[in-house]
Nanobody, 125 residues
Framework: QVQLVESGGGLVQAGDSLRLSCTASGRPFSTYAVAWFRQAPGKDREFLAAITETGDTVAYADSVKGRFTISKDNAKNMVYLQLNRLKAEDTAVYYC??????????????????WGQGTQVTVSS
Protein backbone atom coordinates (compact mmCIF):
# COMPACT_ATOMS: atom_id res chain seq x y z
CA GLN A 1 0.00 0.00 0.00
CA VAL A 2 1.06 3.56 -0.63
CA GLN A 3 -0.54 6.85 0.31
CA LEU A 4 -0.10 9.77 -2.06
CA VAL A 5 -0.30 13.45 -1.21
CA GLU A 6 -0.11 16.22 -3.80
CA SER A 7 0.93 19.80 -3.11
CA GLY A 8 2.03 22.92 -4.93
CA GLY A 9 -1.20 24.01 -6.52
CA GLY A 10 -2.47 27.56 -6.36
CA LEU A 11 -3.78 30.60 -8.19
CA VAL A 12 -1.48 31.93 -10.90
CA GLN A 13 -1.72 34.11 -13.99
CA ALA A 14 -1.56 32.90 -17.56
CA GLY A 15 2.04 32.41 -18.64
CA ASP A 16 3.25 31.60 -15.11
CA SER A 17 4.81 28.36 -13.95
CA LEU A 18 4.09 26.00 -11.06
CA ARG A 19 5.75 22.89 -9.74
CA LEU A 20 3.46 20.25 -8.30
CA SER A 21 4.79 17.64 -5.91
CA CYS A 22 3.55 14.20 -5.02
CA THR A 23 4.93 12.48 -1.98
CA ALA A 24 4.42 8.85 -1.01
CA SER A 25 4.25 7.10 2.31
CA GLY A 26 4.24 3.36 2.71
CA ARG A 27 6.11 1.44 0.06
CA PRO A 28 8.92 3.37 -1.67
CA PHE A 29 8.18 5.20 -4.90
CA SER A 30 10.98 3.29 -6.60
CA THR A 31 8.61 0.32 -6.84
CA TYR A 32 5.86 2.28 -8.60
CA ALA A 33 5.22 3.86 -11.92
CA VAL A 34 3.61 7.25 -11.33
CA ALA A 35 1.38 9.45 -13.42
CA TRP A 36 -0.29 12.83 -13.25
CA PHE A 37 -3.88 13.39 -14.30
CA ARG A 38 -6.17 16.38 -14.05
CA GLN A 39 -9.89 16.97 -13.93
CA ALA A 40 -11.62 20.21 -14.81
CA PRO A 41 -15.20 20.91 -13.69
CA GLY A 42 -17.67 18.94 -15.77
CA LYS A 43 -14.95 17.04 -17.63
CA ASP A 44 -13.44 13.56 -17.45
CA ARG A 45 -10.16 12.96 -15.69
CA GLU A 46 -7.39 13.47 -18.24
CA PHE A 47 -3.96 11.84 -18.47
CA LEU A 48 -1.02 14.24 -18.51
CA ALA A 49 2.27 12.42 -17.95
CA ALA A 50 3.74 9.19 -16.62
CA ILE A 51 7.13 7.99 -15.46
CA THR A 52 8.55 4.54 -14.93
CA GLU A 53 9.61 2.98 -11.63
CA THR A 54 13.24 3.93 -12.19
CA GLY A 55 12.42 7.28 -13.76
CA ASP A 56 14.28 6.52 -16.97
CA THR A 57 11.26 6.67 -19.28
CA VAL A 58 8.51 9.26 -19.46
CA ALA A 59 5.38 9.71 -21.54
CA TYR A 60 3.19 12.75 -22.13
CA ALA A 61 -0.20 13.58 -23.48
CA ASP A 62 0.08 15.52 -26.72
CA SER A 63 -1.86 18.39 -25.16
CA VAL A 64 0.91 19.16 -22.64
CA LYS A 65 4.06 17.91 -24.39
CA GLY A 66 6.68 20.65 -24.36
CA ARG A 67 4.99 22.60 -21.54
CA PHE A 68 4.82 20.07 -18.69
CA THR A 69 7.69 17.96 -17.37
CA ILE A 70 7.44 14.97 -15.06
CA SER A 71 10.37 13.91 -12.91
CA LYS A 72 11.03 11.54 -10.05
CA ASP A 73 13.39 11.53 -7.08
CA ASN A 74 13.25 8.05 -5.61
CA ALA A 75 15.70 8.98 -2.86
CA LYS A 76 13.22 11.57 -1.59
CA ASN A 77 10.13 9.53 -2.48
CA MET A 78 8.86 12.41 -4.59
CA VAL A 79 7.42 12.90 -8.06
CA TYR A 80 7.10 16.34 -9.60
CA LEU A 81 5.16 17.92 -12.42
CA GLN A 82 6.59 21.18 -13.71
CA LEU A 83 3.89 23.27 -15.39
CA ASN A 84 5.15 26.02 -17.69
CA ARG A 85 3.40 28.65 -19.81
CA LEU A 86 0.14 28.00 -18.01
CA LYS A 87 -3.13 28.76 -19.74
CA ALA A 88 -6.62 29.34 -18.39
CA GLU A 89 -7.65 25.95 -19.78
CA ASP A 90 -5.10 24.28 -17.49
CA THR A 91 -7.37 25.11 -14.56
CA ALA A 92 -8.24 21.82 -12.88
CA VAL A 93 -7.62 19.58 -9.92
CA TYR A 94 -4.34 17.74 -10.48
CA TYR A 95 -3.90 14.19 -9.20
CA CYS A 96 -0.95 11.86 -8.94
CA UNK A 97 -1.48 8.13 -9.23
CA UNK A 98 0.71 5.08 -8.72
CA UNK A 99 0.81 1.67 -10.36
CA UNK A 100 2.89 -1.38 -9.57
CA UNK A 101 4.33 -1.36 -13.08
CA UNK A 102 4.58 0.97 -16.05
CA UNK A 103 2.16 -0.14 -18.74
CA UNK A 104 1.78 0.56 -22.42
CA UNK A 105 -1.68 1.73 -21.30
CA UNK A 106 -0.13 4.27 -18.92
CA UNK A 107 -2.70 6.87 -20.07
CA UNK A 108 -5.60 4.79 -18.75
CA UNK A 109 -7.09 5.44 -15.28
CA UNK A 110 -7.74 1.75 -14.43
CA UNK A 111 -3.99 1.05 -14.69
CA UNK A 112 -3.44 2.92 -11.43
CA UNK A 113 -4.02 1.39 -8.03
CA UNK A 114 -3.50 4.41 -5.79
CA TRP A 115 -4.56 8.04 -6.05
CA GLY A 116 -3.92 11.20 -4.12
CA GLN A 117 -6.61 13.64 -3.06
CA GLY A 118 -5.63 16.25 -5.65
CA THR A 119 -4.35 19.81 -5.64
CA GLN A 120 -6.19 22.71 -7.27
CA VAL A 121 -4.51 24.75 -9.99
CA THR A 122 -6.32 27.89 -11.09
CA VAL A 123 -4.97 29.98 -13.95
CA SER A 124 -6.43 33.44 -14.45
CA SER A 125 -6.35 34.97 -17.90
Amino acid sequence: QVQLVESGGGLVQAGDSLRLSCTASGRPFSTYAVAWFRQAPGKDREFLAAITETGDTVAYADSVKGRFTISKDNAKNMVYLQLNRLKAEDTAVYYCAAALRFSYRHYSLPQYDYWGQGTQVTVSS
